[in-house]
């Protein structure tokens, strides 16, 4: 997985099972659905924590947003 620095600290904070909820709550934009993605990438975007993946259905890339406190 590529995580920039910042992403990693913020993402080895995260509890496991709000992990678990937050890749479980991905939007594809190809299936038009909610899914699960495999996180391959993480960044910070404007104050938000970017988690970036692939769609478990059809394997589009999907991007969680998360905000940060």
Same mark, same amino acid.
């Given at each position: 997985?590529?995580?920039?620095?910042?992403?990693?600290?913020?993402? %080895?904070?995260?509890?496991?099972?709000?992990?678990? +909820?937050?890749? %479980?709550?991905?939007?594809?934009?190809?299936?038009?659905?909610?899914?699960?993605? %495999?996180?391959?990438?993480?960044?910070?975007?404007? +104050?938000?924590?970017?988690?970036?993946? +692939?769609?478990?259905?059809?394997?589009?890339?999907?991007?969680?947003?998360?905000?940060?406190?």
């Amino acid at each position: 997985m590529a995580f920039t620095p910042e992403a990693q600290a913020i993402w %080895d904070k995260v509890p496991e099972e709000t992990r678990a +909820k937050l890749l %479980d709550s991905g939007f594809c934009t190809r299936c038009l659905a909610t899914r699960h993605f %495999d996180l391959t990438e993480a960044e910070l975007r404007n +104050k938000e924590l970017a988690l970036i993946g +692939k769609c478990g259905t059809c394997g589009a890339r999907v991007v969680r947003l998360v905000q940060l406190n």
